[in-house]
């Protein structure tokens, strides 16, 4: 077993990406991921449960000159792998975003969409420093790659025309910016990250500017974590599951993402559940080998610790009522019952409000229940119970027992009908909606509500 606890001063900060879909995520995520592993030399990448981490000297050797590694106290950077607003909107650390600081990416072609501004407001809200990527430069008319230039160099050397072009490009999304309440202009151009956004024009296809993109991050983390983050790395750990999982050989186990102190296999934890706080003991640590053996061999490698900020699978017994989204307490120095009693205080702070007549609401995170749960009310439509977790055969024997035809109905947010609930749902009065963006998974709602309305007068 190795030991996986980092005794630095400054965790690692957490890192999502956020964007319209089809801008670019997750071909961004690849590539950082990617030319991190071709990077390859000491403290190659490590790729976490859930979290992808790149160390500074990794990005230091990608970075070039536009780095000097001595200026920074941060081990490097995790990403979180699930793109988009999910992960960081619905996951959440405290009751604040589970990310320190973000990437908004925005295809330079296309400008702002609507997910981009909905992403937009999310990391107004919760103050979020983050830094946009203004990816899909290479599709500029006559684009001239420039590997391993910076990109501001890679923009000098190309004709006139694409120039001018993709200049037209990047100032309408800093216009966009500015419309949205937010000072920004290319990167190169910003002095104070905090005070202003900048714009890292790049391209996930060709990976120009990423390297740059990584040493903006770099800057905004560094002071955003020194003057906001008194980490204790050494103290008990503190996580949010990110997903629960049935594993050969282990049973339950949560994937989970420890923001704070240290997690030590044997400790004592305090786990979110579906009616009341788990109490366990972990079983194991598990993370994934090194990146090159995971191509060929899926496996997991037990580690002793893990140090904020990292995945890890968490193997343990009870974990089968835990729930994505709900915090981990490791409980060390202090007395069980104030453990239980946070948990419990953190899980009350997400609100859903039942009625006694209404619908099945099911989310696959706690922060995604609590946000279609505020939508649904919104649209004023009455909930009778709301959980996370696939949609079972208790589901659709609870939304039968609805006493008005329009709640016999579940709507199921980014999960699956169980299999074992199929014939269920085939031989009850009950319809069942499913989607992965709340908004239109209320839409079909409704217009069914409506058609049934109809069809009654
Ligand atoms: P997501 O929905 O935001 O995760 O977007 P994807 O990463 O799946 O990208 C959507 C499409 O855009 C895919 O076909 C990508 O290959 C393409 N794409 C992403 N980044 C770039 C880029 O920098 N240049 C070009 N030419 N295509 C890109």
Do not use: C
């Not at 190659?44 to 449960?49: D, F, L, R």
């Not at 714009?199 to 991050?217: I, K, Q, R, Y």
């Not at 994505?324 to 948990?343: F, Q």
Request: aromatic share 4%; charged share 25%; glycine share 8%.
């Amino acid at each position: 077993m190795t030991d996986h606890t980092n005794a630095d001063t400054l965790r690692t900060p957490i890192v999502a990406v956020l964007g319209h879909v089809d801008h670019g995520k997750t071909s961004l995520l690849d590539t950082i991921r990617g030319s991190a592993v071709s990077e390859g030399e000491a403290g190659a990448i490590t790729q976490h449960i859930g979290a992808t981490d790149i160390p500074l000297d990794t990005i230091s050797g990608m970075a070039g000159e536009l780095i000097d590694p001595t200026d920074f106290d941060l081990p490097g950077l995790l990403f979180i792998d699930t793109p988009g607003h999910h992960s960081f909107s619905t996951l959440r650390a405290r009751g604040g975003a589970l990310a320190d600081i973000a990437v908004l990416v925005v295809d330079v072609n296309d400008g702002f969409q609507p997910q981009t501004e909905e992403a937009i407001d999310i990391l107004r809200r919760t103050g979020t420093p983050f830094v946009v990527a203004a990816n899909k430069v290479d599709t500029t008319p006559g684009w001239n790659p420039q590997e391993g230039e910076p990109i501001q160099r890679s923009l000098e050397a190309q004709s006139e025309r694409a120039e001018a072009m993709l200049n037209e490009n990047l100032y309408e999304i800093i216009g966009q910016l500015s419309d949205a309440g937010f000072s920004a202009d290319l990167y190169w151009r910003v002095q104070d990250f905090q005070k202003n956004i900048g714009v890292v024009p790049l391209s996930a296809l060709t990976g120009e500017g990423v390297p740059d993109l990584l040493t903006v991050l770099m800057g905004l983390s560094q002071r955003f974590m020194k003057e906001e983050m008194a980490i204790d790395v050494e103290g008990p750990g503190e996580g949010t599951v990110l997903e629960v999982k049935d594993e050969r050989g282990f049973g339950a186990t949560i994937d989970t993402v420890v923001y704070d102190g240290v997690i030590r296999n044997g400790d004592t934890i305090v786990v979110g559940g579906q009616n009341e706080p788990i109490v366990t003991e972990i079983r194991a640590l598990l993370q994934p080998r090194p990146l090159e053996e995971i191509r060929t061999e899926k496996q997991f490698e037990k580690v002793a610790a893990v140090g904020a900020a990292a995945g890890v699978k968490i193997a343990a017994p009870d974990l089968d009522q835990a729930m994505a989204g709900a915090p981990v307490r490791v409980v060390r120095d202090r007395p069980l019952e104030d453990v239980i009693e946070e948990v419990k205080a953190e899980l009350a702070e997400i609100e859903v409000e039942t009625a006694d007549n209404g619908v099945v609401v099911k989310a696959d995170t706690l922060g995604s229940l609590e946000a279609m749960a505020n939508a649904l009310r919104e649209a004023e439509v009455p909930i009778l119970r709301a959980e996370v977790g696939d949609i079972a055969p208790r589901d659709i024997a609870v939304a039968e027992t609805a006493n008005q035809d329009e709640h016999k109905a579940i709507l199921g947010f980014n999960v699956d009908l169980l299999a074992n609930a199929e014939s269920d749902l085939e031989n009850a009065d009950v319809k069942l909606f499913t989607n992965d963006v709340i908004y239109q998974l209320i839409e079909d709602y409704e217009t069914y509500v409506e058609e049934k309305q109809r069809a009654q007068q």
